[in-house]
């Protein structure tokens, strides 16, 4: 069974009531290839949830850009699962490298977060990849596996499950994975996956590449055979987002 190809647009913190008006009507007016080619999944900041909800185009979805561990409670500050539910919010983005490295979400935590959110019937985006310093000491492979494994460890069906590789280095700063160096580790993820998961599961589960993903640059990346869509920062918020949508038909002409 082919992997339908994913491209998540994650806003992080930015944006007006106004500004998000304006991305919506863009991506609302956007000519994208259809649901059967291409799933778009959208990640507004948690104010901004219902009022994109509520315009947004039928076929897009919309993610929250993380969920708490636990049901809610006297935790000020948290969004829960249940909270996303009760707003009919399908998606969550968990594990992302700014709230590992900047907030000290540790690979278990993540794989906690990941299991209660599932738990609760979200769809999970699940963020792991590797620091230019782990890269450069050649341990990129035993990062991710690593990520991976914590998530492994607490869940037992993937269907709700996407992977985002996003190589710390390459998130906003301009310097991309090649598209062979993004191959190779998916390809080591999907292995990982095979040997430790499963084969079913391996096949099935997609994986998205993330890290300064671009309209220039994401033909290319879409035409490597393990790469199963992005997970989009600062391009989200431009039109050349839509370029990056429409790369999903490199793969449908595959």
């Known amino acids: 069974m082919a992997r339908k190809f994913i491209v998540g647009g994650n806003w992080k913190c930015n944006g007006t009531t106004e500004e998000v008006k304006k991305i919506v009507t863009l991506l609302n007016e956007a000519e994208v290839p259809s649901e059967d080619v ?35 409670g006297a935790f000020t500050g948290e969004v829960s699962a249940e909270m996303l539910v009760n707003l009919s919010i399908p998606w969550v983005i968990l594990g992302h490298s ?86 190779e580790v998916h390809f080591e993820l999907r292995k990982w996956l095979k040997d430790n998961v499963g084969a079913e599961v391996a096949a099935s589960t997609r994986i998205m590449y993330g890290g300064s993903v671009n309209g220039a640059n994401c033909k290319e990346l879409a035409s490597q055979a393990d790469v199963d869509g992005f997970l989009v920062g600062g391009a989200s918020l431009k039109p050349e987002f839509i370029d990056i949508i429409k790369s999903a038909t490199v793969k449908k002409n595959a």
């Not at 104010?47 to 039928?58: A, D, T, Y």
């Not at 492994?152 to 710390?168: G, M, Q, R, T």
């Open 38 to 72: 291409v799933e778009v999944v959208v990640s507004p900041p948690f104010v901004f949830l219902p009022v994109v909800k509520s315009l947004l185009r039928s076929d897009f979805h919309v993610a929250a850009q993380n969920c708490w561990v636990r049901k809610g």
């Open 98 to 183: 700014e709230r590992r490295a900047i907030l000290n979400e540790s690979n278990d935590f993540v794989g906690d977060k990941v299991a209660y959110a599932l738990s609760q019937g979200l769809k999970v985006i699940a963020c792991i990849g590797e620091t230019l310093e782990q890269r450069e000491s050649g341990s990129t492979v035993a990062v991710v596996a690593a990520q991976t494994k914590a998530i492994a460890d607490k869940i037992s069906n993937w269907d709700n499950v996407v992977l985002a590789y996003e190589p710390v280095w390459a998130i906003g700063t301009g310097k991309v994975a090649t598209p062979a160096q993004a191959q």
